[in-house]
């Protein structure tokens, strides 16, 4: 019914940005929050940045001051900016977004691959 679609990963050297992208497709009324999850091997999945329907953003201390979370509400898409990457930032992300479809549910992107070498 949903569908979220990420794109943008890959590898990089540290100091270095990248831009993810994630955009849903469906049956869409509507898009509350947005957000980017990353899950490191042997780590839980964390939550990094968070957009709201109106336009208020929230990160986590990790990555204030270098990510930046972006949406364009009439495409349904929903941008990671990422810049001064560090190794640590290595991590599969997950972009979710809170989508009033008949009722409001929650969905997930398939993940993309984020390589941050030193």
């Known amino acids: 019914q949903v569908q979220l679609v990420e794109s943008g990963g890959g590898l990089v050297q540290a100091g270095g940005s990248l831009r993810l992208s994630c955009a849903a497709s469906g049956s869409i009324k509507s898009i509350n929050a947005m957000r980017w999850y990353r899950q490191a091997p042997g780590k839980q999945r964390e939550l990094v940045a968070t957009?709201?329907?109106?336009?208020?953003?929230n990160y986590a201390d990790s990555v204030k001051g270098r990510f930046t979370i972006s949406r364009d509400s009439a495409k349904n898409t929903v941008h990671l900016q990422m810049n001064s990457l560090k190794p640590e930032d290595t991590a599969v992300y997950y972009c979710?977004?809170?989508?009033?479809?008949?009722?409001?549910?929650?969905?997930w992107g398939q993940g993309t691959q984020v390589t941050v070498s030193s």
């Open positions: 957009i709201t329907g109106d336009g208020s953003t």
């Open positions: 979710n977004m809170e989508v009033l479809v008949a009722y409001v549910g929650s969905y």
